[in-house]
């Protein structure tokens, strides 16, 4: 019966972190965009015509945001490195050794990476928001990123970054 118990459980906080994300997600995107119909259109417009650009966009803004997330946990984000500058200015082979460096063994495909990159991601969609609200939801963030599959992870940065990589065409 215990064990019962316990699988229920279990259950049950993967489902409530699962509604977390999604109501995170949710609370992200109206908080931190509000976007009208016209933006919406705007940006539907934005991937169609640089559809190009935009694929060649995504892994950078995915390393970047990976990178971010490492130097501030590591290094505690002593080079105060910005998302934006680092996917505009820096030489994406440098980016990359970079987060190499940083990752310190890891693999850019490992989990490490793949959460620092959630991290990263979310925390750019949620930079304008009061810096209390904003350290609430981080800390949603971090507790949903441990109780999620990687496959769920996964897709939740891949919306991420490929919504996060449409700022970077305009």
């Not at 440098?94 to 959460?115: F, H, W």
């Amino acid at each position: 019966m215990f064990t019962f118990r316990k699988k229920i459980m279990r259950i049950l906080l993967q489902t409530c972190s699962v509604l977390i994300c999604v109501v995170l997600a949710t609370s992200i995107a109206s908080a931190s965009q509000d976007n009208t119909s016209e933006e919406l259109e705007h940006d539907k417009w934005l991937k169609l015509r640089f559809s190009e650009q935009h694929k060649k966009l995504i892994p950078i803004v995915a390393v970047a945001d990976m990178f971010f997330a490492c130097d501030k946990a590591k290094n505690s984000g002593n080079e105060n490195y910005q998302v934006a500058e680092l996917v505009e200015d820096m030489d994406r082979n440098l980016l990359a050794e970079k987060l190499s460096k940083c990752l310190e063994g890891q693999g850019m495909k490992s989990d490490v990476a793949l959460n620092f990159g959630l991290y990263g991601c979310f925390y750019q969609q949620l930079k304008s928001l009061p810096a209390k609200e904003k350290q609430e939801k981080m800390q949603i963030v971090t507790q949903s990123i441990s109780s999620l599959s990687r496959e769920e992870r996964q897709k939740s940065f891949s919306r991420c970054v490929t919504d996060q990589a449409v700022s970077y065409l305009k």
